[in-house]
């Protein structure tokens, strides 16, 4: 089945404490993004991923990284998280303009 | 500064009624716009999309209409069900930006039977 999948799909964590979110597509798609959503702001772009070791930034990336060393992973790294990235995070794939989005991570920073 | 506006935030509908969302944007550079459903617990999923060589798009009981001279564009439901009821996102790209995507804040669209 073509997915995307996003772990952990909850986490609790407190300020400070680095933490990564997976994300796997297995739909070989060369285009990958991750985005959060607030109630209010809608979707975010924080960043995104045109091929292998290409990304750039989204319009919220202060406070993120990102690596695409595989084509099919994009993991979502916050080496210092804090209260304002308490949020519902989505990864989502896409080969030309049609996005999948994975499930959602909600992340709570404490 | 949102790239994309839409309205409204909210809307509650009769079942086989209409249903309309619209979104504005102000770069003329975006010349793609797809529309979004999406239920709770779930990501978002693709509806609907448009590019601006037509005025409109329809696939089964949605529409979208696209104004380019107005910078606007609108999603129809006709017909609206319960089954309907979901988050609409509206967004735009530029198509030499790598997928770089802008997302209006959403509407919460609840069908009554």
């Known amino acids: 089945e073509a997915q995307v999948t996003q772990n952990p799909r909850y986490l609790i964590t407190v300020t400070g404490k680095k933490l990564t979110v997976t994300c796997s597509q297995n739909?070989?798609?060369?285009?990958m993004s991750w985005y959060r959503q607030d109630p209010g702001l809608g979707l975010r772009q924080i960043y995104y991923?045109?091929?292998?070791?290409?990304?750039d930034k989204g319009d919220v990336p202060e406070g993120y990284k990102v690596s695409r060393k595989e084509k099919r992973n994009f993991p979502l790294i916050l080496e210092s998280p804090s209260p304002n990235q308490t949020s519902l995070y989505f990864c989502?794939?896409?080969?030309?303009?049609?996005?999948?989005f994975g499930p959602g991570t909600r992340l709570t920073v404490l | 500064q949102q790239q994309v506006k839409q309205s409204p935030q909210s809307l509650i509908v009769q079942k086989g009624g209409i249903s309309i969302i619209n979104c504005a944007y102000e770069?003329?550079?975006?010349?793609?716009f797809p529309w979004y459903q999406q239920f709770p617990g779930k990501g978002p999923a693709l509806l609907i999309a448009?590019?601006?060589?037509?005025s409109e798009k329809k696939e089964g009981r949605f529409t979208i209409s696209f104004n380019k001279s107005a910078k606007q564009f609108s999603l129809h439901i006709m017909d609206s069900q319960p089954g309907d009821s979901a988050t609409y996102f509206c967004?735009?790209?530029?198509?030499?930006?790598?997928?770089?995507?802008?997302f209006g804040t959403g509407t919460s669209l609840t069908v009554i039977p």
């Open positions: 989502a794939s896409s080969l030309l303009d049609t996005q999948y």
């Open positions: 739909m070989n798609h060369e285009y």
């Open positions: 991923s045109m091929n292998v070791e290409v990304t």
């Open positions: 770069n003329t550079a975006f010349d793609y």
């Open positions: 448009i590019r601006p060589d037509v």
């Open positions: 967004a735009a790209s530029m198509g030499n930006t790598g997928n770089q995507f802008y």
